[in-house]
């Protein structure tokens, strides 16, 4: 069995929020997962299909102008931004979480990131719960869903 078919699940945002304050250069990719993306080593851009110098993914890192707000709201906002791939990309779309290096910047301003080390899985009661906490925060937010835009 490959060391990324055994890879730990991160069954809540407490234990991924942990993490994400410990280490830096962490990032959160939706995609079939990594031993797909391990071969891969490159996104493509839908619009044009021009192959990109590493893969999309979020980054995680809480930035200094975050400041003492809670680090779990911060987690749950970068988890929800992407939740809708699943949806409008595929089924099998799953989270996972990587430690890498940014090697430059997608088409939408994303983090391309090279030299991946797949840390673990990303739970769905992870996701379910980041929503439930971005959703009920006092500001109107959504996912980065273009086919919500017109």
Same mark, same amino acid.
Do not use: N, Q, Y
């Given at each position: 069995m490959s060391t990324v078919a055994r890879?730990?699940?991160f069954t809540s945002l407490s234990e991924l929020t942990r993490?994400?304050?410990r280490r830096r250069h962490l990032y959160a990719r939706w995609s079939h997962g990594p031993e797909r993306d391990l071969t891969a080593v490159s996104s493509? =851009? $839908?619009l044009t299909g021009v192959r990109l110098p590493g893969l999309s993914a979020s980054s995680l890192d809480l930035e200094d102008w975050w400041g003492e707000r809670p680090a779990d709201?911060?987690?749950a906002r970068r988890l929800y931004d992407y939740c809708?791939?699943?949806r409008v990309? =595929?089924?099998r779309t799953r989270p996972w979480i990587l430690h890498g290096r940014e090697a430059a910047r997608g088409p939408d301003n994303e983090p391309l990131v090279r030299d991946i080390e797949p840390i673990g899985w990303i739970? $769905?009661?992870v996701i379910t719960e980041a929503s439930r906490i971005v959703t009920a925060q006092p500001g109107r937010w959504g996912p980065l $869903?273009?086919?919500l835009a017109g």
């Open positions: 890879l730990p699940t993490l994400v304050t493509t =851009d $839908d709201i911060w987690v809708h791939l699943p990309k =595929d089924e739970a $769905d009661c $869903d273009r086919g």
